[in-house]
């Protein structure tokens, strides 16, 4: 009698999931006459070629002028005029406005495109605007559609002295009240690039990833529970200082995002995660792995191994298994019934019988028959293209005897 034994590591990949979170909590009420969030000067922040800034609003009140209402606001005169701006007023008009470079390299002052006054946004209800430049032409968007356009061909002159604030105006020597944004701002967002009306309303309905998010400089959810300080989820980590704003809970919408579940790699009993991003926990059988926290695990054990991962909204995905077995082989007499090859298989099995007129089942992992057939030659070849990977069972029974077999498919 000869025994063999045979070591399988084999990669099964289970359905991955990711779970919803519901995160956007709040939004920051601003009062008309001192509310504001003040950002730190960063070179980040200094955009010239092209740009877009967005935010959800809420106006409880409208100024008399398209320019009083300031969203998001980094420009001014008092050093000249520089800058950017995105703003509302005029009985519910959205304005995009910057400060021009020819492309000669002259300040050719403030280049402005509104939203259609006749398509007026109301007090008193959630919109989302934006305001892009490519370097040919500006654009407003009030919840995802155009609104306007100026042609101007050329940069944005930028002052890193004038700091990007949120509710009020930036210029610090300019202090005019009506400048002060009135009502509510949620989610608001600038990228170093022109995203367009498709971009838009793919990501203005829930808080977005930001990893992998092409061109996003900054992003505050204005959602912080501390009140004092406004956080920014890009990486350039640009928190703002909070001045006597406060939260509420009426946002525009609740859906957070679900995280990209993560990818689980083997090389030999060395498992590794991709991405790296976010906090990770490892888990064997559904068990937590005590200790087990980085991007690396080595595993000691057969069993089943998943990872976690949680990014800083609270939202969670968890991998697919890598599953790591010693697989034995039963006890195998040279004259054997059957043998199965090649094993573990892909998308093709062979199955070598002793004798005829046999019937052949294979069974998953929890016993439910995938494939059955009796067969009356001594080999035959099985189709196996569509069986998942993973463990199997290959069951072949005579009148007299049956055996069962372990099976992989990788």
């Not at 740009?51 to 398209?66: D, F, H, K, M, R």
Request: proline share 2%.
């Amino acid at each position: 009698m000869k025994k063999i034994f045979t070591l399988i590591l084999f990669v099964f990949t289970a359905n991955t999931y990711a779970q919803q979170c519901a995160k956007n909590t709040h939004s920051m009420n601003f009062d008309g006459a001192s509310s504001h969030i003040t950002l730190p000067k960063n070179s980040v922040l200094e955009i010239k070629n092209a740009i877009t800034v967005e935010a959800w609003i809420n106006a409880s009140l409208w100024a008399p002028n398209v320019w009083e209402n300031s969203i998001v606001s980094k420009d001014g005169w008092s050093s000249g005029e520089r800058g950017y701006s995105l703003r509302a007023g005029a009985n519910g008009m959205l304005s995009f406005n910057i400060a021009g470079v020819s492309p000669a390299g002259l300040n050719v002052s403030w280049q402005e495109v509104t939203s259609n006054p006749l398509d007026l946004m109301n007090a008193n209800s959630w919109y989302h605007v934006a305001g892009t430049f490519d370097g040919d032409t500006l654009k407003t968007f009030i919840n995802g559609v155009l609104k306007g356009t100026t042609l101007f061909h050329g940069t944005i002159d930028t002052l890193l002295n004038y700091r990007l604030n949120i509710g009020k105006l930036s210029d610090s020597l300019q202090f005019s009240q009506t400048r002060y944004f009135n009502g509510k701002i949620d989610e608001v967002k600038i990228y170093n690039r022109e995203l367009s009306s498709t971009e838009l309303l793919a990501s203005m309905f829930h808080q977005i990833n930001v990893a992998g998010q092409n061109g996003l400089v900054a992003y505050w959810l204005l959602n912080d529970s501390t009140n004092s300080v406004a956080i920014d989820e890009s990486n350039n980590h640009l928190n703002g200082a909070i001045h006597t704003t406060t939260l509420d809970t009426l946002v525009p919408f609740t859906e957070g995002y679900a995280v990209n579940a993560p990818v689980v790699t083997q090389n030999g009993l060395q498992l590794s995660i991709t991405p790296t991003t976010n906090t990770k926990q490892w888990y064997k059988n559904n068990s937590i792995l005590a200790g087990a926290t980085g991007n690396t695990y080595n595993a000691t054990q057969n069993g089943s191994y998943t990872v976690k991962v949680t990014n800083s909204f609270g939202c969670s995905a968890i991998s697919g298994g890598i599953v790591i077995s010693n697989v034995s082989v039963n006890d195998v007499e040279e004259n054997e019934l059957a043998k199965a090859y090649p094993n573990p298989f892909e998308n093709e099995l062979f199955i070598s019988l002793v004798s005829e007129n046999n019937f052949i089942e294979i069974l998953n992992m929890t016993g439910k028959i995938v494939y059955q057939n009796n067969m009356k030659t001594n080999t035959t070849k099985i189709d196996t293209e569509k069986l998942n990977k993973g463990i199997y069972f290959l069951k072949i029974s005579t009148n007299k005897r049956s055996i069962t077999k372990k099976i992989v498919k990788y």
